[in-house]
């Protein structure tokens, strides 16, 4: 049985779509209207007026708003991002080599946090009021009003600087003498991504835990729970089977929050441990002014966010049997 | 609720008007005061309030003070630019508790001097923020499943769809780099939560007997949200004011961090910046360590005095 129906599906994905064309719309309008360009970077004394009147129609700079504006929203659609003049290459080329290496480190990050955050939520909100409580929520608070690039650079001197366990930079070794078998990378990887994944980890958790505690705290007071505890099943039964899955239902929608954290997050994260990723990118072509590269990285984020707000409202009709969307009522 | 009825032209029918609410007021504070965290919370604000208030008599120096030259204008010798940052010590010819950075002004007198920015930004940047996303909940929620909750929620969903730090620094360069832009962009950007949990408390209230009765009064929609509905999700929008005034602490360091912050304006986040411009991450540990304990022990507070308010605006039953 399908709980979602067709017209349903096809509003929300039409609405999708309409946000991603606003989204874009804003992104054209706030990037061009940012100071300086990125011709000013490429500007060298040899070069007189008629040069740089040149590089810009080459760059398609004095054409007319409008049709700039056009050209950017029909060229993104059929997926043709153009060339970055800072990198010198294709932006897709430029987005595209550095979006797994994103992916890899946020994948594991949010996998990090739905399991952890939750489980400790699960925990202080069973246990709510008690001094065991009152101690955990009081740290993680602490913890999570830690500045993430200071924490990496803790971690930084305390694992890398102090104890030279792990790598601070970069996602492999750089040198030629390393062996580059598919064991040895794999290995490597892992060591270059320990410390950057704690890093996010260690604070952002605490998101999920948020949500989770007060959640479990009601599900305690459900006629279902009692009655699992009439029937004289373990507290531990009663917290994990009937308690803690009920109560997991609005996390699986604050996913979308905790989504956004790890993206401020890694933003910070990728260029304290100088992780080649799509954060870097942001920030570097930003304040470089490289138009194309900064509009295609904020539209991948951009649909990575959406593509998953609509999943999480999808995920949310089968954890939850008594939500139906379209339905009649 | 039943004071309108009482005539307000006298001043004791004043007093006795406002009587419930000190009552009022008064259970809520014995029961925030139960709570440990909050406490905390509000001891550490204190502290940071009264040092944000009367910098120049919790420093040891004022900030024009360098060791080595005291207040006078003047060069180092190269032996004593080379001993810099000077350590925490004991016996050191000037009085710098918490040692020097490398142009050799005391870091406790940095700190200290920095905690009123830090407070501004907060305080600023959370009121703002509540002041945008309490009445946008607040409408979008009294006018549910209309075109103009339709129309909030799809603004509010756009701004999910742009990442919040990226975001903000497009804002920071688009209008320059000060803390009045930092502070406006962290409110442009962060009153999207509050928004919507308001939007969903004022959802179930609407439907209370009382906004009923008052409707049936001929109450008109305005009346009914800011007299009857607002009063209600205040203590929620308080605890929202809270988170977000700690994010934007938080936010304002990370924007130091990637060479975002007013370079005019003393504060922790430049403090950071300036030990990574510098060199000086794992060599410094005594400039290093302050300005990020500042940070987390204010943006904590923040969340701790928040959280406390939930507990006593919505008291749980200890199981």
Known sequence: ????????????????????????????????????????????????????????????????????????????????????????????????????????????????????????????????????????????????????????????????????????????????EFDWTVMNIIFDVLKHITLPLISIAFVSWVGAMLVMRPEMNNVTSEDYVFLAQAKGLSERTVMIKHAARNALIPVATQAIVGLAFLLDGSVIIENVFSWPGLGQVIVTSVLSRDYPVSQAAFFMLAILIIVMRLLTDIAYTYLDPRIKFGGDS | MSTETESSSQFDSLKERWRPRIERFRRGWDRFTAEKMGVLGVVIMVVFILWALFPDFFAPHSLEWRAYLGTEPGRMTAEQSESLPHPPAFGDPFWAPLGTNYGGEGILTLIIHAADDALYIGFAAGLLSSLVGVPLGLISGFYGNTWIDEIIQRIVDVMF???????????????????????????????????????????????????????????????????????????????????????????????????????????????????????????????????????????????????????????????
């Open chain 1, 1 to 176: 049985m399908t709980r979602i129906s067709a017209r349903y599906l096809g509003k929300r994905l039409v609405v999708s779509y309409l946000t991603l064309l606003v989204i874009m719309s804003l992104l054209f309008v706030l990037i061009r209207s940012m100071p300086g360009s990125f011709i000013s970077s490429m500007i060298t004394p040899e070069l007189d007026q008629a040069d740089i009147q040149q590089l810009r129609r080459t760059w398609g700079l004095n054409e007319p708003i409008w049709s700039q504006y056009l050209d950017f929203m029909i060229n993104y659609q059929t997926g043709n991002f153009g060339r970055s003049p800072t990198y010198k290459a294709p932006v897709w080329d430029v987005i595209i080599s550095r979006l797994p290496r994103t992916l890899v480190l946020f994948g594991a990050a949010f996998i990090a946090q739905f399991i952890i955050g939750p489980l400790v939520g699960m925990y202080l909100g069973w246990w709510r009021g008690t001094r065991k409580d009152k101690t955990i929520f009081t740290s993680s608070l602490a913890v999570y009003s830690m500045p993430a690039f200071w924490l990496a650079w803790l971690f930084i001197w305390l694992f890398n600087y102090e104890l030279g366990w792990f790598p601070s930079t970069y996602m492999f070794t750089k040198f030629a």
């Open chain 2, 161 to 319: 769809g742009l990442p919040f730090l990226p975001f903000l620094i497009v804002l920071v360069a688009i209008r320059g780099i000060t803390t009045t832009n930092i502070i406006l962009g962290i409110a442009v950007t962060s009153w999207l939560n509050n928004c919507i949990v308001i939007r969903g408390a004022t959802l179930s209230l609407k439907e209370r007997s009382y906004v009923e009765s008052a409707k049936v009064a001929g109450a008109s929609d305005t009346r009914i949200v800011f007299r009857h509905i607002m009063p209600n999700v205040l203590p929620l929008a308080f605890v929202f004011l809270a988170q977000d005034a700690a994010t934007a602490i938080i936010a304002q360091a990370s924007l130091a961090y990637l060479g975002l912050a007013d370079f005019t304006a003393n504060s922790w986040g430049l403090m950071l910046q300036n030990i990574k411009s510098g060199g000086y991450v794992f060599e410094a540990w005594w400039w290093l360590i302050p300005p990020g304990v500042c940070i987390m022990l204010v943006a904590a507070a923040f969340y701790f005095v928040g959280f406390s308010m939930e507990d006593v605006t919505n008291p749980q039953e200890d199981s």
